[in-house]
């Protein structure tokens, strides 16, 4: 069992940067993928950005390439998501999710969500 937790939403500005983080608990951690997922308002999850357990491998949404960095810390069980150059589009709840098999999922366990606002 893989228990997520996400931190480091909030409000920002056009053009400024958060950093989320996933607190994951679990000794599996290590060997798991984990990606980057949101949800805007009235559209459908959409996949963010993922990396393999290894954190050898990323990849990203085209509309993320260039302003989002996915990142992972093995011995702090955390993974990261760096957000930069926000745009309002880019409102939405940031879920962190897990994978025990690839990046490409599917996505076994989800954290609850913290909310990113980007005011224009």
């Known amino acids: 069992q893989v228990q997520l937790v996400e931190s480091g939403g909030g409000l920002v500005q056009a053009g400024g940067s958060l950093k989320l983080s996933c607190a994951a608990s679990?000794?599996?951690?290590?060997?798991?993928?984990m990606g980057w997922f949101r949800q805007a308002p009235g559209k459908e999850r959409e996949f963010v950005a993922g990396?393999?357990?290894?954190?050898?491998?990323?990849y990203y949404a085209d509309s993320m390439k260039g302003r989002f960095a996915i990142s992972r810390d093995i011995a702090k069980i955390t993974v990261y998501l760096q957000m930069n150059s926000l745009k309002p589009e880019d409102t939405a709840v940031y879920y962190c999710?897990?994978?025990?098999?690839?990046?490409?999922?599917?996505?076994?366990?989800w954290g609850q969500g913290t909310q990113v606002t980007v005011s224009s």
């Open positions: 990396i393999s357990w290894q954190g050898d491998s990323t």
């Open positions: 999710a897990s994978s025990r098999s690839r990046v490409t999922g599917p996505y076994e366990y």
């Open positions: 679990g000794r599996a951690f290590s060997r798991y993928a």
